[in-house]
């Protein structure tokens, strides 16, 4: 028998990618620290098909440029694109002692798909989407 059968193969490279798509559920939090970084916050609102007709909740964290793009362009109910990585966050409750896990989505791209009138309610001219990774 042939001892490599047996053996598993790691892939070259693990991978942690996702990509949503919905409309921000509140306006984007910015914070400035005083090493210069900054970073933005919101959650994303992501339906499912029609039949399931249920509501996926993502919170969002983005740093350096696009947290500054985030925090000028995303409004709540922006509808947006997010390419990112998950993160599992946990912690201990104080109140109970059980350990709590949520994911959070740390992205690095936003594209905004809606119209800049519908991102920016003062805009009149209409475009298709805005890529943030060309910014």
Known sequence: MNSQSNTYTQPLADINHIVLVGRAGRDPEIRYFDSG???????LAVNRPAKDAQTDWFDIEMWGKQAEIAGEYVKKGSLIGIEGKIRWDSWVSKDSGETNIKPLVIADNIRLLG?????????????NSFDTAQA
Request: glycine content about 4%; proline content about 5%; hydrophobic content about 20%.
């Open 37 to 43: 970084k900054v970073v933005t916050t919101f959650s």
């Open 115 to 127: 119209s800049k009138k519908d991102n920016n309610p003062g805009a009149t001219s209409q475009s």
